[in-house]
C-alpha cells in the first residue's frame, strides 16, 4: 500500500532563517506530488505541484520554492522565512482521476 | 478564479442527529468532488468521493451532487462526538489535476 511521509511535524525557525521540508512516497512511482499550507482558521492553499521529476509548478508568488529531485521526494524550501510563511504545511500525492488526495501528516510551522 | 464556498460554521447538532453539510463551486468544468475530514491539528484524510449527479452512500455517510445547481453535499447519520471536525469540501476542475479546496465546515456533534 501506499504511504506517505513528511517530517519534521513541528518548527519553529527565527525570521530570515532558511527552511527544508521533505516528503516522501512509498508503494506507488510517477505520484502527482503537492505542497498545500493551510494559515490557521483557513482553508488549503495549493503552493506547489508536480508531475514528475524535476517539473515544477508553481501557484502563488511567494517566498517559497519547491524541488522534486527523486521520483518520489518532493522538498519544499525557502532561503529566508517571513512571519507570513507561518502556517500547516501538507504533502500531499494524487492518483489520477477521478480519486483524491493522500496527506501526509503535516508539519506545522511558526516563524518568531 | 475558481473557487468553493461553505459554510464556516460551526455547525452544532445533538449526538444521533443527522449533520448536513454544503458546497458550492464556481467552476462548471468541474468533474470531481471529495469530502475530507480533518480533526485540529492534524492532516485531512479523504472520506468520500463523488463524479456522479446524484447520491453515493458509505456506511453512516451520503454525499449529494447537483452539478446543474454546482451543489455538493455530505449527510452524516446518527451523528457521534467523534465527527466533531471539519470538513473540507474540495473539487477537480477540468483540464488539470489539482483539487480545489473550500475553507471547511467546522462540525461539534454535542452529546
Sequence with gaps: SQTIHQWPATLVQPVGSPLSLECTVEGTSNPNLYWYRQAAGRGLQLLFYSVGIGQISSEVPQNLSASRPQDRQFILSSKKLLLSDSGFYLCAWGRDRPYGYTFGSGTRLTVV | ?111
Design chain 2, 1 to 111: 478564479q475558481k473557487e468553493v464556498e461553505q459554510n464556516s460554521g460551526p455547525l452544532s447538532v445533538p449526538e444521533g442527529a443527522i449533520a448536513s453539510l454544503n458546497c458550492t463551486y464556481s467552476d462548471r468544468g468541474s468533474q470531481s468532488f471529495f469530502w475530507y475530514r480533518q480533526y485540529s491539528g492534524k492532516s485531512p484524510e479523504l472520506i468520500m468521493f463523488i463524479y456522479s449527479n446524484g447520491d453515493k452512500e458509505d456506511g453512516r455517510f451520503t454525499a449529494q451532487l447537483n452539478k446543474a445547481s454546482q451543489y455538493v453535499s455530505l449527510l452524516i447519520r446518527d451523528s457521534q462526538p467523534s465527527d466533531s471536525a471539519t470538513y473540507l469540501c474540495a473539487v477537480r476542475s477540468s483540464g488539470y489535476n489539482k483539487l480545489i479546496f473550500g475553507a471547511g465546515t467546522r462540525l461539534a456533534v454535542h452529546p
